[in-house]
C-alpha cells in the first residue's frame, strides 16, 4: 500500500518491448538502495515489482549491461494489463518519473489510501499559473467520474492531491481539478506537465467499496419484493 506522497523524481533509462510486454529501467537514486529484487515500487502512481539485472544479450541491448548495474537502478516488467490501463508504455528514455516506496508498517500516514493499481488514463486539459500555486485540470474517462467528489481524494500520476473542483454529473466531457504549491510542483512531474500530457488516475478506494456494497443491496432489496 502507499500514501501518494511522491519520495523521490527518477528518471527513465529505457523502456523496451518484450512481446505484448515491456521492461522498464529507471535511474531511481537512493530510494531503492536496500529494495531487493521482488520489492514494491510506485511509478507514476503504477505499483511495480522490482526484477533482478537484465542477464541476456537481447535484455541487455541499450539499457544498463547484466553485472553492471549502478546503485539505484530500478528494473521492472510492465505486463500487457499495465501498459493497457496506464501510460507507463508511452514514456521516453529521459522522462521524469513520480517514485514512492510502499508504507512501512508504523509508518506515518501523510497521505490516502493509494494501491497503486491504476483505473485509467487522463489528460491535461489546462495549467492555470495562480502565482504560488497552480490550478491542473484533467480531463478523465467518464466511467471514472462517478467516484469523484469535491474536497475528495484522488490519485494523479502516484500524487495524492485533494479535489478542487469536478465536472457535473452531466457534463458531455468529465474532468476534475486540483490545486498544487510549491512543495508539489518541486517535488514532482507536476511542476513539468504541460497541456495534452498523459495522467495516470486512480480514484479513492473507499467510493468503490462504497458503491460496490450498493449494488449488493439493491440486489438483495430486490429479492425480498414479495
Known amino acids: 500500500m502507499f500514501t501518494g506522497i511522491i519520495e523521490h523524481v527518477g528518471t527513465v ?3 523496451k518491448q518484450a512481446g505484448d510486454s515491456a521492461y522498464l529501467t529507471l535511474e531511481a537514486g537512493p530510494i531503492v538502495a536496500d529494495l531487493p529484487p521482488g520489492g514494491s515500487l510506485a511509478v507514476n502512481g503504477v505499483c ?4 533482478p539485472p537484465a542477464t541476456t544479450k537481447a535484455e ?3 539499457e ?3 553485472g553492471h548495474q549502478p546503485e539505484g537502478t530500478f528494473r521492472a516488467l510492465l505486463m500487457g494489463e499495465t501498459l493497457r490501463r496506464s501510460s507507463l508504455g508511452a514514456l521516453q528514455p529521459g522522462d521524469p518519473v513520480n517514485l514512492e516506496r510502499c508504507m512501512p508498517a508504523g509508518g506515518r ?3 490516502h489510501i493509494v494501491q497503486g493499481h491504476v483505473d485509467g488514463v487522463g489528460r491535461v486539459a489546462s495549467v492555470e499559473d495562480n502565482g504560488l500555486w497552480r490550478t491542473v485540470r484533467v480531463n478523465i474517462p467518464a466511467d471514472l467520474a ?3 467528489v469535491e474536497k475528495g481524494s484522488i490519485s494523479l500520476s502516484g500524487t495524492s492531491l485533494t479535489l478542487t473542483a469536478v465536472s457535473p454529473a452531466d457534463a ?3 474532468w476534475v481539478e486540483v490545486g498544487l504549491i510549491e512543495a ?3 517535488r514532482t512531474i507536476f511542476g513539468q506537465v504541460k497541456p495534452g500530457g498523459p495522467i495516470n488516475i486512480e480514484v479513492d478506494i473507499l467510493a468503490k467499496y462504497a458503491e460496490r456494497r450498493a449494488e449488493f443491496a439493491t440486489l438483495t432489496a430486490g429479492k425480498d419484493q414479495p
Do not use: N, Q
Request: hydrophobic content about 30%; overall charge negative.
Open 13 to 15: 533509462v529505457s523502456l
Open 60 to 62: 541487455e541491448k541499450d
Open 146 to 148: 462517478p467516484y469523484t
Open 48 to 51: 511495480l515489482t522490482s526484477a
Open 64 to 66: 544498463v549491461p547484466a
Open 184 to 186: 508539489t510542483l518541486e
Open 172 to 174: 458531455d466531457e468529465h
Open 109 to 111: 500516514f501523510d497521505g
